[in-house]
C-alpha cells in the first residue's frame, strides 16, 4: 500500500550564492551600500509625490527591500517605493489621508498574491521584444528626465561635480574594479564639498531622516464596507502597475544575466512585501529600474544579498549615519542616475544600421511605447498601448496572408479552391469575395489543407460563401480540414444566423 503514496520531496538546503568567494560577496556588499545611498532621495522625492512625510518611502524602500530579497522570485532585483506607485496611490492620500494609503497597500498587496497565484505572469509571453525595447528606453529617457531638476535654478558648482562625477564613473573601473565606481564618485565628490564647504544642494535639503525603525501597527482607518469600497479601485490599479512594472523588470534582468527567474513567485512575493509594508506604514512599492541597473549592471551584483544589504544599509545610513548621509551632494546622486540612464538605453535599436533593417512595424511598436510612457510617465500605459499596437499590426499582416486560388475540371464540371493562410477574423472577412458565384459550375470544392480555421468569424464566412453558392443552386464541398478547424467548424457551421 505504502509503495502507492508519493514520495515525500525532499527539501535541501542550498548554500547561498555569496558564500561561494570573497569576492562574489564583496560585490554584492559594496552594490547594496551604493543602492541603499541612491535609494535614499529617490524615496524622500516619491513621498513628496504621494504626499507623504519622507520617512513613510524611506520604510517603504526598507520593508520593500528586505522582505523581496527572502520571498522574490528574481536574484539581485531591487524593489522599494516607487513613482509609479506613488502616482497611484497620491489622490487617495490627498482626499482620505495616510490610514486610507496604507490600507489600500496592505489590500493591493493582497491583489498581487491572488493575480501571482493565478498565473498573470504567463502573461508576460505576449509582451513582444520591440514593445520590450520601447520599455527600456522610455524607462532610461525617463530616468534622466528626473535628473533635470536637479539640473536646474542651481549654483553653477553642480554642474563641474555632476561633470566630476561621471569621468570617475567612467575612468575608475580602467584603475580597479574592486570597490564600484558609483561609490568612489559619491564619497570622493561628497570629501570635496564637505571639505571646501561648497554651498550645493545636498540629500538633507529633500527631507528629515528618520531616526528609528518602523513599528508595525494597523492603519488607522474603520474597517467597513464603506472603506473597501474607497480603496479598492486604488488598491487593484497599485497591484495592476506594480507587477507589470515588476515582471518588465524582471525580464530585463533575465536578458542581462542571462538566467531565469521565477516570475509567478515575483508576483507573489511582490504582494507580500506590499503587505508587510503596510503593515509598517510604508507607501507600498515594485522593482525599481533604475536602481535595479546600478546593482546589476553597473556594480555587478548577482545574489540576494545586494537586495537585503540595500534595504538593511538605507535604514542603517538613515538613522546612525544621517548627518553624513545628508551632507551628500545631490550632484554625486545626479551623475550615477545619468550613467544608469546612458547604461540602460538600447543604442543598438537606433543605430541607423539596425533601423534600415527592421521592419516598420516593429520601430512604429517601439516609438508609440516609448511616445506613451514618456508622455504619460506610467510604465504602465506605455506597455499596453505597446502591446495593443504590437497586436494590430500583426492582425493586419497576417490577414493579407490568405490567399485564394481556384482551378477548374477539364471537363468543366468542378471548380477546386485553394485556400492557404490562417482564418480569423481580421483575414476572413475579404474571404466571401474570392469566389466567382455567377459562373462556377454546379459543383465547388474548397480545399482547406493548407488552412487553419481559428475563430467563430471564419466559419461564419464559410457559412456565406456556402449560402451565395446555395442562392444559385450550387454544391459547396468542404474539405482538407485539420482536426481543430474540423472540431470548430463542425461545432458552429450553420448555427451563427439568426434563423437558427
Not at 108 to 124: H, P, R, Y
Request: with cysteine; proline share 6%; glycine share 8%.
Amino acid at each position: 500500500m505504502s509503495s502507492l503514496l508519493p514520495a515525500a520531496p525532499k527539501f535541501r538546503l542550498s548554500k547561498p550564492d555569496w558564500l561561494d568567494s570573497p569576492k562574489v560577496l564583496r560585490t554584492e556588499v559594496l552594490a547594496g551600500l551604493v543602492v541603499a545611498l541612491a535609494l535614499i532621495p529617490e524615496a524622500i522625492s516619491f513621498s513628496i509625490i504621494a504626499g507623504v512625510d519622507p520617512a513613510v518611502g524611506l520604510f517603504a524602500s526598507f520593508t520593500m527591500a528586505v522582505v523581496i530579497s527572502v520571498v522574490g522570485g528574481r536574484k539581485a532585483m531591487i524593489s522599494a517605493a516607487t513613482g509609479a506607485i506613488a502616482l497611484v496611490i497620491a489622490p487617495l492620500n490627498r482626499e482620505h489621508g495616510l490610514g486610507y494609503l496604507v490600507a489600500a497597500v496592505i489590500l493591493g498587496g493582497v491583489f498581487q498574491v491572488i493575480l501571482g497565484a493565478l498565473g498573470v505572469a504567463k502573461l508576460m509571453r505576449f509582451v513582444p521584444r520591440s514593445v520590450m525595447v520601447g520599455f527600456v528606453n522610455a524607462l532610461a529617457i525617463l530616468i534622466f528626465m528626473a535628473q533635470v531638476p536637479e539640473l536646474t535654478g542651481v549654483p553653477w558648482m553642480v554642474y563641474p561635480l555632476v561633470i566630476g562625477g561621471l569621468a570617475l564613473m567612467v575612468f575608475f573601473p580602467k584603475v580597479t574594479t574592486v570597490v564600484p565606481a558609483p561609490l568612489v564618485s559619491i564619497v570622493i565628490l561628497t570629501v570635496i564639498t564637505v571639505a571646501a564647504g561648497i554651498a550645493v544642494p545636498t540629500v538633507g535639503d529633500k527631507g528629515d531622516l528618520p531616526s528609528s525603525l518602523p513599528v508595525p501597527g494597523l492603519p488607522d482607518v474603520p474597517f467597513t464596507m464603506d472603506t473597501l469600497t474607497t480603496i479598492a479601485p486604488y488598491a487593484f490599479a497599485m497591484a495592476l502597475v506594480g507587477l507589470m512594472e515588476s515582471l518588465m523588470t524582471a525580464k530585463l534582468v533575465d536578458d542581462i544575466t542571462d538566467t531565469h527567474s521565477g516570475k509567478t513567485r515575483e508576483s507573489i512575493g511582490q504582494g507580500i512585501a506590499n503587505i508587510v509594508t503596510g503593515f509598517f506604514g510604508g507607501m507600498g512599492g515594485c522593482a525599481m529600474i533604475g536602481q535595479t541597473m546600478i546593482n546589476v549592471r553597473v556594480s555587478g551584483a548577482r545574489t540576494r544579498l545586494s537586495t537585503f544589504l540595500a534595504g538593511s544599509f538605507l535604514m542603517v545610513l538613515c538613522i546612525a549615519f544621517g548627518p553624513v548621509v545628508s551632507d551628500i551632494p545631490m550632484a554625486a546622486l545626479v551623475a550615477v542616475m545619468i550613467m544608469v540612464s546612458v547604461a540602460t538605453f538600447d543604442w543598438h535599436s537606433i543605430a541607423p544600421k539596425t533601423v534600415k533593417r527592421m521592419p516598420l512595424g516593429e520601430m512604429t511598436v517601439m516609438v508609440v511605447t516609448v511616445a506613451c510612457v514618456v508622455a504619460t510617465h506610467n510604465l504602465a500605459i506605455g506597455v499596453v498601448v505597446g502591446c495593443i499596437t504590437a497586436m494590430v499590426i500583426f492582425a493586419k499582416r497576417v490577414a493579407h496572408m490568405v490567399n485564394v486560388s481556384g482551378v477548374v475540371d477539364p471537363d468543366g464540371n468542378q471548380v477546386v479552391y485553394a485556400v492557404t493562410g490562417e482564418l480569423f477574423f481580421a483575414s476572413s472577412n475579404d474571404l466571401v469575395y474570392q469566389f466567382n458565384y455567377k459562373d462556377d459550375p454546379d459543383d465547388v470544392v474548397i480545399d482547406l489543407s493548407d488552412a487553419h480555421i481559428w475563430d467563430a468569424s471564419s466559419v461564419a464566412a464559410l457559412d456565406a460563401v456556402e449560402t451565395k453558392y446555395a442562392q444559385r443552386g450550387k454544391k459547396v464541398t468542404i474539405i482538407g480540414l485539420n482536426k481543430p478547424s474540423a472540431d470548430m467548424h463542425g461545432r458552429l457551421a450553420g448555427q451563427l444566423t439568426g434563423s437558427h
